[in-house]
C-alpha cells in the first residue's frame, strides 16, 4: 500500500467508526472519483450555507439552532426571542408519493414570541392542519404535537408549560369498515385547544375534541380524553378532576 494521502489504515486499527471509513479515500481511489466526492461535500455545504441563510432572513429574531429541522419556511411562523433548539423538527404539508417531491406546504405553524421550544421536539402538520403556540410557551424534549385536516389542529394559548414527552394529537383514524384495512380509511379531526397558563406534566396524552381550560394541571402520565376545567388539577387515565387550584 502506498503510504501518504492515498492510504487509509485497516478499520481493525485504532477507534474509527465505519462511517469514517467509508469517507475517507481507499488506497484504489482516482482524481476522478476524489472530484465527484469533493463535488457531493460542496453541494451539501452550498445548500446548508443557503438554507441557513434563509432561515435567518425568514425569522430574523428567533434563535434557531443549526440542528433544528425545518421545512417549507414560508408556512411557519417564529416570533421574536423564540428559541428553537438541537433536534427539534418543524414541519408542515402533505406526503406525496413522488421521491423528489414528499411534502406539499399546505398546513401552517406559527409560534409566539419568547417561547422555547426544546430537545427532539416535533411539530408536524399533515394536509392543512394548523399549530398554533401562543407567546411564552415552553414545549420541553421529545413532545410530538400533530395536526391534521382542513382548518383542524391545535391551539396552545400563552404561559403554558408542556413536560418532556407529551403527545398532543387532534385526529382518530377512521375503522368503520371492516373488510378495509384502517390506514386506508381516512381519518377525523375535531382539534384541541388548551388555554392559557396551563401546565401539562410528562408523558401526557391528549386526545382529539379535548379542550383544556386556563390555568389547570395534568398531572403526569394522564390520558386526557374530555375537557378539563378551568383551574382544574386532573390525574390518571383517563384524566379525571382531583381538585381546583381555586377552591
Same mark, same amino acid.
Given at each position: 500500500m502506498?503510504? @501518504?494521502? *492515498?492510504s487509509t489504515r485497516p478499520a481493525t486499527q485504532g477507534r474509527r467508526s465505519s462511517?469514517? $471509513?467509508? &469517507? %475517507?479515500?481507499?488506497?484504489?481511489?482516482?482524481?476522478?472519483?476524489?472530484?465527484?466526492?469533493?463535488?457531493? %461535500?460542496?453541494? !451539501?455545504l452550498a445548500r446548508k450555507v *443557503?438554507? $441557513?441563510?434563509?432561515? #435567518? %432572513?425568514?425569522f430574523p429574531g428567533a434563535n434557531i439552532s443549526a440542528n433544528a429541522r425545518i421545512g417549507a419556511l414560508g408556512s411557519i411562523? +417564529?416570533?421574536v426571542g423564540t428559541a428553537i433548539l438541537p433536534g427539534v423538527t418543524l414541519h408542515t404539508g402533505t406526503p406525496f408519493e413522488s421521491p423528489e417531491r414528499l411534502w406539499s406546504p399546505d398546513g401552517t405553524i406559527k409560534i409566539g414570541e419568547y417561547c422555547s421550544i426544546r430537545y427532539n421536539a416535533a411539530?408536524?402538520?399533515?394536509?392543512?392542519?394548523?399549530? #398554533?403556540? @401562543? !407567546?411564552h410557551v415552553q414545549i420541553n424534549p421529545n413532545c410530538v404535537i400533530y395536526a391534521g385536516g382542513k382548518g383542524k389542529g391545535v391551539t396552545i394559548d400563552d404561559?403554558?408549560?408542556?413536560?418532556?414527552?407529551?403527545?398532543?394529537?387532534? &385526529? !382518530?383514524?377512521?375503522?368503520s369498515e371492516l373488510d378495509q384495512p384502517i390506514r386506508l380509511q381516512g381519518t377525523s379531526s375535531i382539534g384541541i385547544t388548551i388555554g392559557k397558563d396551563v401546565w401539562i406534566?410528562? !408523558?401526557?396524552?391528549?386526545? $382529539?375534541?379535548?379542550? +383544556?381550560? $386556563?390555568?389547570?394541571?395534568? @398531572? /403526569?402520565?394522564?390520558?386526557?380524553?374530555?375537557?378539563?376545567?378551568? &383551574?382544574?388539577?386532573?390525574?390518571? &387515565?383517563? /384524566?379525571?378532576?382531583?381538585r381546583y387550584r381555586d377552591k
Open positions: 502506498v503510504e @501518504g494521502f *492515498w462511517a469514517e $471509513d467509508r &469517507n %475517507r479515500c481507499r488506497p484504489d481511489t482516482g482524481p476522478k472519483e476524489l472530484l465527484k466526492f469533493i463535488a457531493k %461535500r460542496l453541494v !451539501n *443557503w438554507y $441557513d441563510y434563509r432561515k #435567518s %432572513r425568514r411562523e +417564529i416570533g411539530l408536524i402538520c399533515a394536509g392543512e392542519g394548523t399549530i #398554533s403556540v @401562543g !407567546n404561559h403554558c408549560l408542556i413536560a418532556a414527552n407529551t403527545v398532543i394529537v387532534p &385526529n !382518530n383514524h377512521v375503522f406534566g410528562a !408523558n401526557v396524552v391528549v386526545l $382529539d375534541g379535548v379542550t +383544556i381550560g $386556563d390555568g389547570a394541571i395534568v @398531572g /403526569a402520565s394522564a390520558v386526557v380524553t374530555k375537557d378539563v376545567p378551568r &383551574n382544574a388539577i386532573v390525574v390518571g &387515565n383517563p /384524566a379525571r378532576v382531583t
